[in-house]
Nanobody, 119 residues
Framework: QVQLVESGGGLVQAGGSLRLSCEAS????????TGWYRQAPGKQRELVAG???????NYVDSVKGRFTISRDNAKNTVYLQMNSLKPEDTDVYYC?????????????WGQGTQVTVSS
């Protein structure tokens, strides 16, 4: 069973930076992609940034130029470097991993980490 453990969330002032980490453990076969989502109460979870197994990245428009997703394959860890944070970035951030299981793409989720940006 794949497990994802996030860390790095917290409280920061507007304009500040945080780096989120997501360490994966367990048997990961056929990695497809990893990514970070965020969700505010009462809203749908949205993709913030993703990185494929080939290293292709994509970002939601609101974070382009401010956030960077990266991956350390040796540590089975994906990072989200968040700079120039804004109050509207306040959310619970979830790590996501998609990999093959029994020949089907399967999603795994972390428990979430709170990011709060004060104005």
């Amino acid at each position: 069973q794949v497990q994802l453990v996030e860390s790095g969330g917290g409280l920061v002032q507007a304009g500040g930076s945080l780096r989120l980490s997501c360490e994966a453990s367990g048997s990961i076969v056929g990695l497809i992609s990893t990514g970070w989502y965020r969700q505010a109460p009462g809203k749908q979870r949205e993709l913030v940034a993703g990185i494929t197994s080939y290293g292709t990245t994509n970002y939601v428009d609101s974070v382009k130029g401010r956030f960077t997703i990266s991956r350390d394959n040796a540590k089975n860890t994906v990072y989200l470097q968040m700079n120039s944070l804004k109050p509207e970035d306040t959310d619970v951030y979830y790590c996501n991993l998609v990999a093959m299981k029994f020949m089907r793409p399967t999603e795994y989720w972390g428990q979430g980490t709170q990011v709060t940006v004060s104005s």
